[in-house]
């Protein structure tokens, strides 16, 4: 049969290839690769925001008596996607104020207890590292590395071995950026609570790709992205999630009139209420939230049980052609190979993979590159098929085999 034919019998058997025709753009000649980056638009988002174009024309600020509830109605369809109650998710501002607004909240209840060290992962995104240490610097708390390798990411024992009286917080991003390992969201919950620490999960490679299964894990905080693999475009903004019972005992640092009960009361003292909306701050915005809304709808009902069978799958296949082609061609799968510990993108590393970045691009194939060295490789389920992944991954082979890329200038200083 070969690859080709076994590619097209995996996008027959598809249980979510229906949902394809909903994404604008994907017949134009062009491999995207790189839906864990941004995805893609779909028609329901298109529409959502035309709505709100009219509403605003034809409403002008009463429209705001039906926008006032984006940012929830878009957290009960995220919240299913990541395994999360009703009432526990909402949109917010950006993942990284998100982070700094749930950080705080933890680092002073756990100061009030005692505790003083914040465990961060070494290799975690940049954004994560630099607001958490900022967060330590602020509050007069210390920050504790934890680094379980680029590409094998944080596991357990890692977690274990950092872990003290003084840990009040340990964030952490369940899906590495870079290889896409998977964390043991469970596994390693499970230890900080019994260590008395609370944990902070960064989900933005995770949710819309992957199982999360917040409530079944116990996880305390998250925050996450919606212009990945929940396609609610460039910049929408992300969510975060909170716990029930710390609802009303966490206090953000940062106290808005969104974030605050009867808000149009226009009262002398902050009062947040103890629900969701209190990690809110400001005036959200509109159009790209309810891109977020809209974008977040189609996980929600496609359901987040097939999507990440279906990201098992692909990734799965471009395993198997990366073996097949790549490997005898100086490459390494930089990420897990166990369908368990693999997110939804694929990284392999090679000494010129940016040069071979350059070369796919010119080849209509979209992929991302990652330093040190790396390929990343995104198979968004809703709409990546197998074919992609087989025409992705053959001109690659083509373009390594053939030495196009080397016409390709080095990769520059600061990208090594
Ligand atoms: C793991 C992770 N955290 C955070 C961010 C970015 O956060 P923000 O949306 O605030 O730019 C990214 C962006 O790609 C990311 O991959």
Redesign the pocket.
Known sequence: MGFWGEARGLDERDGVKGVRGEFLGVGGGVVYLDGN?LGRVSSGVRGGVVRVLGEWEGDVVEGWHGWLGVGREAGGFIGRVVGAEEGEVVLSD??????YKLAVAAVEMQKGRGRDVIVVDRD??P??RYVLEGVARERGVEVRWVQGGIDEGVGVGDVERVMDGRVGLVCL?H?A?RSGAVADIRGITEVVHRHGGMVLW?L??SAGAIEVGLAEANVDLA???T??YLNGGPGAP?FLYVRRDLQDVLVQPIHGWFGQTDQFAMGDVYEPPKAIERFLVGTPPILSGVAALEGARISARVGIGPIAEKARALTGFALKLTDAWLTPLGFRVASPRAAERRGAHLTLHHPQAWQMCQALKAAKVIPDYRPPERLRLGFAPLYTRFEDVYTGLSRLRDIAAEGRHLTYPAVPRGLT
């Open positions: 980056s950006s993942t990284s104020v998100n982070l975690d995104f954004t994560d991003s899906v950026y960064d933005c490679h925050v996450g992205c212009y990945k992300a």
